[in-house]
């Protein structure tokens, strides 16, 4: 993969193969990511994984459009992180499409920038959740019908619970029997269908970020203070609740989501605090009050969509997350389902956060 990015890819944006230095960077699920560094300069290459974007001239187009978007707020100093922006190619290109051989963007790489996949402190939490509310913040006023959906119904659960009663009923590889409980466990919980019903009609579009991630916030390493907002892939427009609960899905365990320890997998009180406290210093006085009030029930959501989604793509075959070992996208699912069932056991205390 190397060698052909160095022969194939580079010379689009006017890098000869053999000035160019390549590593892996991340450990992102979808697509390929590296770290390119030549004699003038450095900048991150992604090879987008056009199984799961099917529209990618969309997704470049739509992080362009955001970009500039929170671009021009900072040169007012009216958005305070910096900004990931598209590297053109040699033609003034967003990206390289080579058909089977790929398609391939070319973004601004961060100095001294750091990613983190555990919250080790409610500092961390806070400040991660602030700049993502600091982010839909600056994004209120854009309008989010430029964007085009690249992955139509992302976050929509009743959508992901259908997906799973297919792969149930085809069993293509035999793996039900590994995980009928799980299963079993999700159709018990499909009463939340009918809140979410009621409630999302009640709510605004906007332009939502859709993988807030920990690992999507950049440190500066030299203080750890917020430096960007990363991964712009998803934007789309959508439900502020589902970023929330996106926040909450991925900062509160003290286990990253690959983990095995079960026993371990749990919301932390302290953590879900810091989140809120963080994400509404930005946004409390842009979100309507239905919007706020929806909050909680976007933490209940993501988590027990993201374990749906994997133990879907465990029963597929694996053909959407990428996979390490057997039985990875079982072990991730069983770990989200288990932070969803903490969230059950405290929402009376956690709930009082969002008062």
Not at 29 to 45: A, K, Q
Not at 69 to 85: E, G, P, Q
Request: a negative charge; charged letters at 20%; proline letters at 2%.
């Amino acid at each position: 993969m190397i060698d052909f990015i160095r022969q194939s890819v580079l010379p689009y944006f006017g890098i000869g193969s053999s000035d160019a230095k390549v590593s892996s960077l991340g450990n992102g699920h979808i697509n390929d990511t590296f770290l390119v560094r030549w004699s003038d300069g450095e900048f991150v290459l992604q090879g987008l994984n056009t199984q799961v974007f099917k529209t990618p001239n969309a997704l470049v187009e739509n992080a362009h459009k955001i970009s500039e978007h929170l671009a021009r707020k900072r040169k007012t100093n009216d958005y305070s992180l910096k900004v990931v922006k598209p590297v053109r190619t040699d033609k003034g290109l967003l990206a390289v499409d080579l058909g089977e051989q790929g398609f391939w963007r070319a973004i601004t790489y961060l100095p001294h920038s750091r990613s983190i996949d555990v919250v080790s402190s409610e500092d961390e939490a806070y400040s991660a959740a602030k700049a993502f509310g600091h982010f839909s913040s600056c994004l209120s006023d854009f309008d989010a019908t430029q964007l085009e959906d690249v992955i139509p119904q992302f976050h929509h659960l009743p959508g992901r619970i259908e997906q799973l009663m297919v792969a149930v009923k085809n069993d293509q590889h035999n793996r039900l029997a590994s995980c009928q409980d799980w299963v079993d466990f999700v159709f018990s919980q499909q009463d939340i269908l009918q809140e979410l019903g009621e409630v999302s009609s009640t709510l605004p579009f906007r332009t939502c970020h859709n993988d807030t991630k920990i690992n999507n916030m950049l440190y500066d390493e030299r203080n750890m203070s917020s430096l960007a907002i990363i991964d712009l892939d998803t934007c789309m427009k959508g439900h502020l609740m589902y970023d929330f609960g996106d926040m909450v899905r991925t900062f509160t365990s003290p286990e990253e989501e690959d983990s095995t320890s079960l026993e371990n997998v749990h919301v932390r009180e302290a953590i879900f605090a810091a989140i809120c406290r963080g994400y509404l210093s930005e946004l409390g006085t842009v979100l309507t009050q239905d919007e706020k009030a929806s909050l909680w029930l976007g933490a209940r959501v993501m988590c027990l969509m993201i374990g749906v989604r994997f133990l879907t793509d465990h029963l597929n075959g694996d053909i959407y997350f990428h996979i390490q070992h057997e039985n990875h996208n079982l072990e991730r699912g069983a770990n989200q389902f288990t932070l969803y069932q903490s969230l059950l056991d405290q929402q009376v205390r956690l709930k009082t956060y969002l008062n």
